[in-house]
């Protein structure tokens, strides 16, 4: 099992440009999340969905949009990228009811 | 949002020696986990604790649930070079189902001199 996979590793984006990360898991988990990790912030959660066809906000929401594709994959876009987003991001997943997160190896992105 | 105060924020030992580091909130949690991040990886599972008073051990790790659900702790016996990396708390105040994420500390950068 390939466990949690995150693309691309490293992304360079110009102020005003768009992307969208990818993170896919082969766990047969029921919830995933996306956190970003800046100097001395620890881990801070942006979106989370928690089933197959829903999403919620997490603490740092604001200029990220997130699709649940299918139970397999959940994506976050930043439709216009400001340099305030660039930061390290992951993304992690877990069964319904457990709370132990695996983590992917994270997408470092940098907004100039 | 939630915060997690977690020290020392660094670490600075000799191999052999033992480390403690611990998490404490001013909030109850219902969940604490230990994660260990290695440069330019995600962070990796250690353990998980889901009751007060609980303590788990995971090879030379051992971590407690505090018995006032504020905090916890985890200690390393004997460290070896491997164990560099940056320790992370985890916190979860929700009980029972549901699947909101978690409340993380700002990590404990521990550092293995020869």
């Known amino acids: 099992n390939a466990g949690v996979t995150q693309t691309p590793k490293f992304q360079v984006l110009k102020t005003g440009q768009s992307m969208t990360l990818q993170c896919a898991q082969d766990?047969?988990?029921?919830?995933m999340y996306w956190y970003r990790q800046d100097p001395g912030m620890g881990l801070r959660l942006i979106y989370y969905?928690?089933?197959?066809?829903?999403?919620d906000k997490g603490e740092v929401p604001n200029g990220y949009n997130v699709s649940r594709l299918n139970k397999r994959e959940f994506s976050l876009r930043l439709e216009s990228a400001a340099p305030s987003q660039t930061s390290v991001y992951f993304c992690?997943?877990?069964?319904?009811?457990?709370?132990?997160?695996?983590f992917g190896p994270g997408t470092r992105l940098t907004v100039l | 949002g939630q915060q997690l105060n977690q020290s020392p924020q660094s670490m600075f030992i000799q191999e052999g020696e033992d480390v403690s580091m611990n998490c404490t909130s001013s909030s109850i949690f219902n969940t604490w986990l230990w994660y260990k991040q290695d440069p330019g990886e995600g962070p990796v599972l250690l353990i998980a604790?889901?009751?007060?008073?609980e303590l788990t051990s995971n090879g030379r790790l051992t971590a407690q649930f505090g018995i006032t659900r504020k905090d916890s702790f985890l200690n390393i016996s004997a460290s070896i070079p491997s164990d560099v990396g940056i320790y992370f708390c985890?916190?979860?105040?929700?009980?029972?189902?549901?699947?909101?994420?978690?409340?993380f500390g700002k990590g404990t950068h521990l550092i293995i001199q020869p």
């Open positions: 992690a997943s877990t069964w319904a009811r457990r709370h132990e997160q695996f």
């Open positions: 766990m047969n988990h029921n919830s």
């Open positions: 604790l889901y009751k007060a008073g």
């Open positions: 969905s928690a089933s197959e066809g829903t999403t």
């Open positions: 985890a916190g979860r105040r929700n009980s029972g189902g549901g699947a909101d994420g978690l409340t």
